[in-house]
């Protein structure tokens, strides 16, 4: 599969691993969101060390970096480490860190899986923290990228000693999959996003040739294919007590929800209190995501609380309910009796962020300007799913529909209510109305588009051809 999106990242990762003074990158982000792709897209050829970290106890880990370092050292063409030095933490990075002499190419050590470091009570980071303190000291450009599926205490302890860069990487957005989605017309992408989501793993088991319906049977509706355990597979070895994150996830499932909806779906727990061990570590992992409204004062405790993933929310809805008939073979009946007649509900949930996606990535072409900042307002009498301000400085509201009939006169009166409801983008020399249909809008309402300047309709077909550079 072609290498999709995230060049901002690699940009940033690039220009990192060129410089002259020392550093210490995290990459990190759920499971199969491309962290290791990622590292190796950006890593120059011959000037780096690069180890999977292994299971093993800590003695069977650095020998593994140590026979690394020695296939660096015979590419290179170059002394290898001696018996002293290969047989020490200490004595590797010591190494390693003489290989990056002021004046010299950039060396980079690459360290991937590295909680494996941690889990096996390893004594490498503090010797790796030694190795960067005499890097910035002498001005050595050693470079020390790390991945992990969230980041660690340790790991930023480690970064006392140098530059400290953390990539966190979300899954990809609606416009940076579009090549990967199945489906004939724009609609039909939005709903594929919304079943196979942006975790590059999960694309890459997809074929574009092929219906949605094929591609669920092949990636999720058959006892042994790839996606059938998914819900639990992204929780297994990051938690304990594994079922109540289950119910965390299930509760969140039909859509984003405040704290009061996660509590009524997680049974066992006497007050919400309780609850927000197992919330914050789903945030730790990337697969949740607590948000803000945009207008919510600093000290704000409302927050609504989604699944990052639109597939990992798709599993839950869908699969997770019906795991016996899975078993026992029934894919095309979950797909006939449950998946097909749910399957709009549960795109009208994941629609308001492709919308919000369209305007981060693709609105320059309709609107004039991207957007400097993409979110949601909401308060006692107002619930706008899709707003912020472009980068020209106006102030933008909007509404995103996923429903068969077109928009209608309604959305807007309803939407300017709203707006007169919330003080955000108070005194914006522009304010502008944005309605986002599936299903387009009726003769009145595009009357009334046309009458006012403020008033932007946008259908899934832009959505669709937004640049996902």
Known sequence: MNFLGRS?????????????EP??????GPRGVGKSALVLRCLPPGRHVLLRVPPLPPGGQRAALADAVRRFAAGAQIEPPGEEDAGSWEGLFRWLGARAAPGGEPLILVLDDAARLTESRSRALTPLAG???RARTEAGPLH??????????????????GRFHHLKLAPLTFPEVLPRLPGRTPADRVIAYGVFG????NLRTLDPDLGLGANLRRWMLRPEAPGAELGVAVLRGDVQAEARYVAVLAALAPGEGGWKAIHAGVPGMAYGGQLAPYVKRLEELGLVEARRSLDARPASRSRRYRITDPALAFWYRFILPHRTELLRGRGRDILSHSIRPGLAAHTATVFPEVCRHFMRRGAEA???????????????DYDIPVAGVLRTGAAYYGQALWREEPADIGVLDALDEQ???TRYGFGKERRMRLVFSRAGYTQELARAAARRDDVTLIGVEEMDACDSA
Do not use: K
Not at 144 to 156: G, I, K, R, S, Y
Not at 198 to 201: E, H, N, Q, S
Not at 366 to 373: D, F, M, V
């Open 198 to 201: 942006g975790i590059p793993r």
């Open 131 to 133: 190795a960067l303190g």
């Open 366 to 380: 309709r609107l004039g300007a991207a957007a400097r900042q993409a979110g949601s307002l909401w308060g006692s």
């Open 144 to 161: 020390v990228v790390l991945t992990a599926v969230h980041p660690e205490a340790a790991f930023t302890r480690v970064a006392d000693e």
């Open 419 to 421: 707006v007169r409801n």
């Open 23 to 28: 550093s210490l990158t995290l990459v990190s």
């Open 8 to 20: 901002t990242q690699i940009h940033r990762l690039c220009r990192v691993l060129t410089a002259r």
